[in-house]
């Protein structure tokens, strides 16, 4: 199986946080060619990292401040779901600014 964030399962995706930033340029990728849906319908936004949390309709500042917190946050969590958060964090900031609130 290849090493790479998307093709491989959920076990087996045990890179650790040294290599996060490494692995967080796929999932922006996909985010750029919309691989990954992060506009509703309503205009709101959506964390597709995240498909069973309730909550899916956030403001601009919200979801950068729900992918950050994801992104940098505890250990707990696994390192590939920090990498795609980073990456959102990053698309928001880069692809996205024109949705920041003034």
Known sequence: MENKIGNISE???DINDSEIN???DKPYEELKKGTYRVKNGDG??????????????FKYTDLLQHASKVGLGTA???????????AL??????????EAEG
């Open 11 to 13: 076990s087996s995706s």
């Open 22 to 24: 490494d692995y967080k």
């Open 44 to 57: 709101s936004l959506r964390c597709p990292f995240c498909p069973r949390k309730k909550k899916q309709h």
């Open 76 to 86: 707990w969590r696994k390192p590939k779901l920090k990498a795609q958060h980073l």
């Open 89 to 98: 964090a990053v698309y928001l900031t880069s692809d996205l600014a024109n």
